[in-house]
T-cell receptor, first 109, second 114 residues
């Protein structure tokens, strides 16, 4: 079966760096997405990786290794507003999205 | 503001009620989606509409009935729901009809079935 694994919850300190991992086992691979979802709000697009390597976008970076079935989202200079759930999703060979259950990130002062 | 608006934000209904969820997108997109989000579970795709035609129905119980009268509006009609249907129902849109395109989500309707 198809599966996306990410930690259920993580805690980090304001100003620090945190890495949220996502491992996947899918029928083919056509790309990997990260979305951010604040409590009670809409998920919003963060990043899309289709090739191996690191994509940097301001304080957020996303990494992909297709051979290892692995991605991570790196958040630097954490701010309180980064407290949210982070959803990993993989596009399989049928161009369908397989979603992880999300990682709830708690930022402490 | 994502450009996708859902109403109502919260809904409490009994198992014998009939209600409808509404979604409107102001982005000029061609595809619209309904997702179910339960606590600590992955998003579940329920329905996909592309240019007002239903293109996917992922074995959703018939007590959920979608309607897409035009490319900007999407409804989810609910009747004789079960308590396990309590969840956050999210609407999304995308430019094309591949689910894997960048999705724009609404804030969802938090549904409680008593």
């Amino acid at each position: 079966g198809q599966n996306i694994d990410q930690p259920t919850e993580m805690t980090a300190t304001e100003g620090a760096i945190v890495q949220i991992n996502c491992t996947y086992q899918t029928s083919g691979f056509n790309g990997l997405f990260w979305y951010q979802q604040h409590a009670g709000e809409a998920p919003t697009f963060l990043s899309y990786n289709v090739l191996d390597g690191l994509e940097e976008k301001g304080r957020f970076s996303s990494f992909l290794s297709r051979s290892k079935g692995y991605s991570y989202l790196l958040l630097k200079e954490l701010q309180m507003k980064d407290s949210a759930s982070y959803l990993c999703a993989v596009e399989d060979s049928n161009y369908q999205l397989i979603w992880g259950a999300g990682t709830k990130l708690i930022i402490k002062p | 503001e994502t450009g996708v608006t859902q109403t109502p934000r919260h809904l409490v209904m009994g198992m014998t009620n009939k209600k409808s969820l509404k979604c409107e997108q102001h982005l000029g997109h061609n595809a619209m989606y309904w997702y179910k989000q339960s606590a600590k579970k992955p998003l579940e795709l329920m329905f996909v509409y592309s240019l007002e035609e239903r293109v996917e129905n992922n074995s959703v119980p018939s007590r959920f009935s979608p309607e897409c009268p035009n490319s900007s509006h999407l409804f989810l009609h609910l009747h004789t729901l079960q308590p396990e249907d309590s969840a956050l129902y999210l609407c999304a849109s995308s430019r094309g009809d591949r689910e894997s395109e960048k999705l724009f989500f609404g804030s969802g309707t938090q549904l409680s079935v008593l």
